[in-house]
């Protein structure tokens, strides 16, 4: 009887680690921006390495370009930034096709497709 709940309870937990891991979508790679006339210039580079660059030159008294890591966890894909003081759109949400990402930071919404 101990051995049949050690099994089960192993193959519960088993079966929970693998159900929450998260894999990196191939698709949600590249570069996503505006258009290259735009002059916000706003551009989000995901690569395969889970490194990222980001920058954001829409306010010219304060443009924003920073690189870190990101991690993907459902259509979520969180940027997190070496420089832990700057304030920027960190959680993009990935359109089904991948061709899209948007995010949004108190009033001010993004939308950004791929580029690249």
């Known amino acids: 009887m101990k051995a049949i709940i050690k099994i089960s309870i192993l193959l519960f937990v088993f079966t929970l680690s693998v159900a929450f891991t998260f ?11 505006v258009s290259k006339e735009d002059p916000s210039q706003i551009k989000l580079t995901l690569k395969e390495d889970n490194t990222f ?11 924003i370009q920073t ?7 459902g259509n979520k894909i969180i940027l997190k930034s070496s420089e832990s003081k700057l304030k920027f759109h960190h959680v993009w949400t990935l359109s089904a096709n991948g061709k899209q ?9 993004y939308s950004l497709c791929k580029v690249e």
């Open 53 to 63: 660059t980001y920058q954001d030159f829409s306010y010219s008294n304060n443009k």
């Open 101 to 109: 990402v948007k995010s949004r930071k108190g009033l001010c919404y």
């Open 23 to 33: 894999k990196t979508n191939p698709s949600c790679l590249g570069v996503y921006g």
């Open 67 to 73: 690189s870190g890591t990101w991690v993907q966890k």
